[in-house]
């Protein structure tokens, strides 16, 4: 039986990439309930990867992964690498995905403070709009642990922040999270571990400042 000591998600000395090509070396990391932990380095440095496997897409090459038995995830990826431009109402685009019926969908746009554009067509929304539909489809499972992969991308300061405080919200209600950026000062402003991904390593640095200064 699970208890809420247990960790959610361990890596233990993994190897991870595609088929053969490895991507990350030796990898060992324990995300525990409540955690936010935001994975930072540039693109094509293996974050996506990191995430992936977490999500069971992936299997490690070497080492191994263990989740907590019944772990309940959701994921919001990268804004290009979706269909949330189809010519749709925000509202309709969730119902798609909502095991409960449509009556989560308004509960589910109000968590994200989208309410108001449920009958608006998704191509008409701006991209902070549209990330905020996608996490909103995200939480439909109630996840215990969020993954996002730079889910801030494109977004003008004022998004950035408002996104931020949802996502900060979201961690004091008791869901772990860990998102990966190549945006340095998002990882100084939200997370309270950062890991650092570069030539094939994860590790851990110091606490940030504020601006991402350290990282």
């Known amino acids: 039986m699970a208890t809420d000591d247990q960790p959610v998600v361990t890596l233990c000395h993994a190897v991870l990439g595609y088929g053969r090509r490895k991507v990350l070396h030796d990898v060992s990391l324990c995300l525990a309930r409540s955690d936010l932990t935001v994975v930072v380095g540039p693109n094509g440095a293996g974050k996506t990867t990191l995430l992936r496997t977490v999500l069971g897409e992936l299997r490690p090459i070497e080492g191994r992964i263990s989740r907590r038995a019944g772990l309940r995830l959701g994921y919001v990826p990268q804004i290009g690498n979706t269909g949330i431009a189809w010519p749709m109402a925000a509202g309709e685009f969730l119902a798609m995905f909502c095991r409960r019926g449509r009556r989560a969908v308004g509960p ?104 991402g200064a350290g990282l």
């Open 108 to 211: 589910a746009l109000a968590a994200v403070g989208m309410e108001a554009f449920a009958a608006v067509s998704l191509q008409e929304l701006s991209g902070g709009q549209r990330q905020r539909v996608m996490l909103a489809r995200a939480m439909l499972n109630e996840p215990e642990l969020l993954l996002l992969d730079e889910p801030t991308q494109s977004m003008d300061a004022a998004a950035e922040d408002s996104y931020l405080d949802l996502l900060r919200a979201l961690n004091r209600q008791g869901v772990t999270l860990l998102l990966v950026t190549h945006l340095r000062h998002v990882a100084g402003a939200l997370a309270r571990r950062i890991l650092s991904v570069e030539n094939g390593r994860i590790d851990e640095v110091r606490p940030p400042t504020p601006d």
